[in-house]
């Protein structure tokens, strides 16, 4: 991972489809035309699993579908503890045979229609219930130096409780780490930044104007009329974490995309 | 549909409650709804009639007099040891054809929402089901059934002014219980199970009795949830124990609570788990963040246990508790136990 | 085996609007999503139809959108589906509903099973399953959370309740009623969804399943919305509860007594 850092690579985050999806054939070929335009720019492509809860296709399908090129280095995806096993082996499987090597291993988003992993489909014991950890943990023992697998960090939750977590995450096999959408400096992500100085951060960059989403997302309160330029924030965050990566959430591909060409220098 | 005429309807008297019989014994249920047909009863200045249909009931059915009942109609059968909703609902409509009650209420458990909604259409009648509110036109007999709709968002009042009897179910702990009277006296009457109400029937193989958590989320009426500041599995233990000491309540979780691998996602409450609308909602060691507030804001009673007293969740209970909950919550288990 | 599952399109958001003339939903400009009750009885159908051969059809009465619910059970698995959509249908209550639902599955023919969610989300009432049976004149089982048996004309079903569980046998036709613990609905596999989009769903009208149009509709529901309004405001103030943990404790203890919680 730390060489997309050094190539300044973007991890640029793609949404499939929703299940819900009026007119499926048209939001497919919008996705497949991302995708390939971040596989142009030489971006990496970060494909999402059922983000907030709703019901979407899974990237893996999607590329399997559409027959999209995979360049190993350019496509990581997110995976959640919310899949049937069945499934769950289904994604790492096509991950694997089509070289996907990059997993951001999250506990993710329930709802009402999504399964949920039970601990003893991973081989866990001793919890009630299965987060990012036991999946690490699964994926590390059954498909040993075939990935590798990042988690999030979310500097939002207090700081004890999230540090000791990322502690577990990171013994279960964790290479990187990605955060929440930062729009300033953060004292807690600095303080993550010091105590694991050998592993690759990237921050989250928000790129939607429209900031109540984030504080939907991360369940922090930012005040309504708050002005947010998500470019020059952008800017901000390459000042401040100069030796981390970026994430690009919610980039708008027409307004935005030619804007970010020049922002990491 | 054709409407009853005036005079029909008139042919209609009197509130009736089918009582929900378990093991034996009749359930508090069975009280609460005999309490609020009396209210109604008064109204229309009819009586309150208990339907009791089970094989070998224990309980004397005059116990119910106590409560409210004015007559109780007593179907005692080897037939109906087991819950066979078509016997049952074959029986009820006899009953109500021979009796012809002008209400019928009944508890929206699962046996009785599996026994109504048969016997409704049956008889060619409106049902309203898990009304909050019942009151009663002293004039018609018509009955206004109020009740939740949309998650709680907005309450319905919905009436049957067409036809009758007028049916509704109530969930358990919805009316309060009326005190007993031990001094009132009503009339029993006993009818027979037919053949006729047990053809084709199903068999009832084995039942299982457990007091575990037969509840889920969605059923309770009362949901004792956990948050991060249970600290552990071992803190969802001690909530578990105080679901049980409670009674038919379940238990829930914040997101962080499951997030962190202390209980399982079933029980996570709020935005990405399940919305609840219990009658009480007690949030342990849970801050209250936006996502498990939407998921449980409309409860009836907030209660909120929590050593910080200026988190959200503290701000919007109705009954905020400052403290240890570590020290609390056995203080309470130990004086349930001790009533 | 034959197996009719019954399913409800369902407005996805808390927040609903009601019309303030018919006091009924406005469904309209809402998203739709497929009941999630309904989607355990769609993964049971199909469970039961690869287990034991046969067919399951889905069938639903809506609205004309209501059909992209039906092609959803068709993308996890369901054979052919059915919407019954008609202004005549308006305004149904659950007897109105499911006697047009009891009607359509007399009109399929040779079923052996029907299969329905435990409720529909924005009702909640869970009148519309027993109502079917009682309509048919066939045996039920409601909250169903297991199906053990199947012979070739009996299920044996575990059923839910308060108090434990039991087990009970009914001969075919017969409708269950099917809680969350019988399955783990599957989602929707994009090549499914693909092919789903390409089936037809026919559409049935009151004419078509030889529906008396006294008992349908509006005109034949019993039951009338009167009124909708907000529900009361929940509480002005916050009481608060301090002192030793014991204090504390009594102090709820007698709150909760009150208030016959406890």
């Not at chain 1, 089509?98 to 489909?121: A, C, M, N, Q, V």
């Not at chain 1, 699964?138 to 939002?156: C, K, M, Q, S, W």
């Not at chain 2, 008139?10 to 069975?30: C, D, F, H, M, P």
Request: hydrophobic share 40%; charged share 25%; proline share 5%.
């Amino acid at each position: 991972m730390i060489h997309h850092i050094q190539n300044k690579i973007y991890h640029v985050e793609v949404l499939p489809p929703k299940q819900d999806s009026e007119k499926l054939e048209k939001d497919l070929e919008r996705f497949s035309n991302k995708y390939l335009r971040v596989m142009d720019s030489g971006y990496c492509a970060c494909i999402t699993d059922n983000a907030m809860g709703l019901l979407s296709f899974q990237g893996t399908e999607i590329i399997e579908e559409l027959d999209l090129p995979v360049i190993p280095e350019q496509v990581m995806i997110h995976l959640n503890t919310f899949h049937t096993k069945d499934d769950l082996d289904n994604i790492l499987n096509i991950c694997k045979t089509k070289g996907i090597r990059y997993l951001l291993i999250i506990t993710g988003d329930g709802s009402e229609r999504l399964p949920k992993l039970h601990p003893s489909d991973v081989g866990a014991t001793d919890v009630e219930s299965v987060t990012s950890v036991e999946l690490l943990k699964y994926i590390n023992r059954e498909y040993p130096d075939t990935f590798v697998l990042g988690v999030a960090f979310n500097p939002y939750e207090p700081e004890e409780h999230e540090l000791e977590k990322m502690e577990r995450k990171i013994k279960a096999g964790a290479t990187f780490i990605i955060t929440q959408p930062l729009i300033e400096r953060n004292e807690i992500v600095d303080r993550l930044l010091e105590k694991y100085p050998g592993i690759p951060v990237i921050v989250e960059a928000w790129m939607s104007r429209k900031l109540h989403l984030l504080s939907e997302a991360v369940g922090y309160e930012i005040p309504e009329n708050t002005e947010f330029d998500p470019i020059s924030t952008l800017k901000m965050l390459h000042k401040l974490y100069p030796g981390c990566g970026v994430y690009l959430s919610l980039l708008g591909f027409k307004t935005q995309y030619h804007l970010i060409k020049d922002t990491w220098v | 549909m054709i409407a009853f005429t005036d005079a029909k309807r008139k042919e209609y008297r009197n509130i009736w409650v089918v009582a929900e019989i378990l093991a034996g014994g009749i359930q508090s249920v069975t009280h609460e709804l005999t309490g609020a047909a009396r209210t109604l009863a008064d109204l229309r200045k009819s009586e309150v009639w208990v339907v009791v249909m089970g094989s070998g009931i224990e309980e004397k059915p005059e116990s119910l007099f106590a409560y409210g009942a004015d007559v109780v109609i007593v179907v005692d059968h080897p037939g109906l040891s087991g819950f066979i909703d078509e016997t049952e609902a074959k029986i009820m409509k006899r009953l109500i054809i021979k009796y012809k009650p002008e209400v019928v209420i009944c508890g929206a458990t699962t046996r009785g929402r599996a026994l109504i909604p048969r016997v409704s259409v049956m008889t060619h009648c409106g049902l309203t089901a898990d009304c909050t509110g019942l009151s009663i036109d002293p004039e018609n007999g018509d009955l206004l059934q109020t009740r939740p709709a949309f998650g709680g968002n907005i309450m319905a009042t919905i009436r049957c002014s067409n036809h009758r009897p007028q049916m509704a179910t109530v969930r358990p702990r919805v009316m309060k219980s009326p005190e007993p009277d031990p001094g009132r006296t009503g009339r029993i009457i006993k009818e027979e199970m037919l053949t006729s109400d047990s053809e084709k029937i199903k068999q009832i193989i084995d039942v299982f009795h457990s007091t575990e958590t037969a509840y889920n989320l969605a059923d309770a009426q009362i949901i004792i949830s956990g948050g991060r500041g249970m600290k552990g599995p071992e803190g969802f233990k001690l909530l578990k124990q105080f679901a049980q000491r409670v009674g038919g309540a379940a238990v829930g979780a914040s997101r962080a609570a499951v997030d962190s691998g202390w209980i399982p996602y079933a029980h996570q409450v709020g935005q990405t788990g399940q919305t609840v609308q219990t009658k009480v909602y007690i949030a342990c060691g849970i801050s209250g963040q936006i996502q498990h507030l939407v998921g449980m804001q409309s409860c009836d009673l907030i209660i909120a246990i929590d050593k910080n007293p200026d988190t959200p969740m503290m701000q919007i209970a109705d009954i905020a508790v400052v403290g240890d909950l570590f020290e609390i919550i056995p203080e309470i288990v130990k004086g349930i136990t001790n009533l | 085996m034959k197996i009719v599952v019954c399913i409800k399109q369902v407005p996805a958001t808390n927040d609903a609007k009601i019309d303030p003339e018919t006091k009924r939903i406005i469904r309209e400009g809402m998203k739709a999503i497929l009941n999630p009750f309904d989607t355990y009885a769609v993964e049971e159908g199909v469970q039961l139809r690869d287990k034991f051969g046969g067919e399951v059809i889905a069938l639903s009465m809506g609205p004309p959108k209501a059909e992209a619910s039906l092609r959803e059970a068709i993308s996890v698995g369901v054979d052919r589906a059915i919407l019954l959509s008609d202004r005549a249908f308006g305004g149904s209550d659950t007897w109105a509903t499911s006697y047009a639902l009891a009607k359509a599955i007399k009109k399929i023919g040779d079923i052996d099973l029907v299969i329905c969610g435990k409720q529909a989300i924005d009702g909640d009432t869970a009148q519309v399953g027993p109502g079917i049976a009682a309509h048919l004149d066939w045996l039920q089982a409601t909250y169903v959370m297991a199906v053990e048996e199947i012979s070739s004309s009996s299920i044996r079903v575990k059923r839910m309740h308060e108090d434990g569980y039991d087990i009970c046998e009914m001969s075919f036709p017969a409708v269950i009623t099917v809680v969350k613990d019988i399955n783990t609905p599957r989602v929707p596999s994009l090549k499914g969804r693909l092919a789903s989009n390409k089936c037809e769903v026919p559409v049935w009208k009151p004419g078509d399943i030889g529906a008396d149009t006294s008992k349908i509709g509006l005109n034949g529901s019993p039951t009338r919305v009167v009124k909708t309004q907000p529900p009361p405001p929940r509480h002005t103030s916050t009481k608060k509860i301090e002192g030793s943990s014991i204090e504390c404790a009594q102090s709820l203890l007698r709150e909760l007594r009150l208030r016959s919680i406890v």
